[in-house]
């Protein structure tokens, strides 16, 4: 009897098919893990290149209408595929110097959002615009959803702003 005890002991016949039914559901659970978080990176950064690229494709002009604003809105959402753009709420401001150190709103224009105020107060970095100067606010803000990260974090809400000096002007109008 107790020669089958110590034979039991040393018996591995089955250990490599226990041991992968401990460890296959945590590798996949970690490929899957990577592969999300991998996904919600990528998006965040077209978020910051979409901001980034909203205020320079603006700041590269003297003067925008609205069929130009709605080509920038077009490339942007260019940008932010393959998520959806639905889901894409963008900014776009002409922020001017208000001699006081601050900024008023001259104009805005939006996808998917509401536009600021025009001639409200937007507080900006110090030393963003010098006096009868201005610059380019561009604000996006992105709703994540992936199916398994609703479940373990929500919707993940990516937000990226970007300034850009006009660079043909002093200041870029709009008509």
Not at 37 to 59: E, F, G, K, Q
Not at 62 to 85: G, K, Q
């Amino acid at each position: 009897m107790l020669k089958r005890f110590f034979a039991m002991l040393k018996a591995r016949d089955g250990l490599a098919a226990v041991e992968f039914a401990f460890l296959a559901p945590v590798m996949v659970l970690m490929f899957f893990g990577t592969v999300e978080v991998s996904a919600a990176v990528d998006c965040n950064t077209r978020v910051t290149n979409v901001a980034s690229t909203a205020a320079d494709l603006v700041a590269q002009e003297t003067s925008v209408s609205s069929a130009d604003m709605a080509n920038v809105f077009s490339a942007l959402n260019a940008i932010i595929y393959p998520y959806s753009a639905a889901g894409a709420k963008i900014v776009i401001s002409s922020l001017v110097d208000d001699g006081h150190g601050g900024a008023k709103v001259a104009w805005s224009d939006a996808q998917n959002a509401t536009p600021l105020t025009v001639g409200s107060a937007v507080i900006v970095p110090t030393g963003l615009i010098t006096s009868g100067g201005s610059v380019i606010y561009a604000q996006v803000t992105y709703n994540y959803n992936s199916s398994p990260a609703v479940y373990l974090t929500g919707t993940l809400t990516m937000t990226s702003t970007f300034y850009a000096r006009p660079r043909r002007s002093a200041t870029v109008s709009h008509t």
